[in-house]
């Protein structure tokens, strides 16, 4: 089973608060969703694999640790998650972005891949999905289905708001994909919005309704 990490670092706290209140228009929010992101990712990065290597400093010869292993790649699901992208660049600026884009079938509810696009080299790294709500999990599991379809062996999940029913989602479908989380809320609505939540994420981003 993939783990499930919950952020406790104050500022995450913080700004998730301000992100989350009504008030807040769509300048500060993307301001904030971006501070949080970079902060999130700092966290999602903290078990990279590090290797040796010597350089010179300006004083003498010295070894030193630079991360090693897999590259990174920051994967979006189309739009909301779009607003996540430049916080985790600013933290991790050699990594790739791909995307994913689906929309909801009004009959079925299931999640509809219209896009895909991802760097060539996909199992070489690590991807890290990004979208700012994990409500139902329909989305969520049809993009980690889009990247693994593509040949990604290495996924990570991150959300800056859960609910507890897209929680169960995504560990039943893929029990090998990390979760991580800014907060986990107490449930869905009758309309699938995460309760307290945030409302909808893409519209308070981009300033549509």
Known sequence: MGELFLMDHPLIKHKITFIRDK?????????????????????????LELEEIEIET??????????????LGIVPILRAGLGMVEGMLTLLPAAKVGHVGLYRDPET??????YCKLPSDVRERTFIITDPMLATGVSANSA????????????????????PEGIKVIQEAHPDVDIYLGELDEKLN???????????AGDRLFGTK
Do not use: Q, W
């Open 23 to 47: 008030n807040t228009g769509a300048k500060e929010f993307r301001e904030l969703v971006k501070e949080v992101s970079m902060l999130m990712g700092y966290e999602v990065t903290r078990n």
């Open 58 to 71: 300006p004083v003498s010869k010295t070894k030193a640790k630079v991360i090693a292993g897999k590259k």
């Open 190 to 200: 009758e309309h699938a919005y995460i309760v307290p939540g945030l409302g909808d």
């Open 109 to 114: 509810l299931e999640a509809v891949e219209y």
């Open 144 to 163: 980690i289905d889009a990247v693994k379809k593509r040949g990604a062996i290495d996924i990570k999940l991150m959300c800056l708001i859960a609910a």
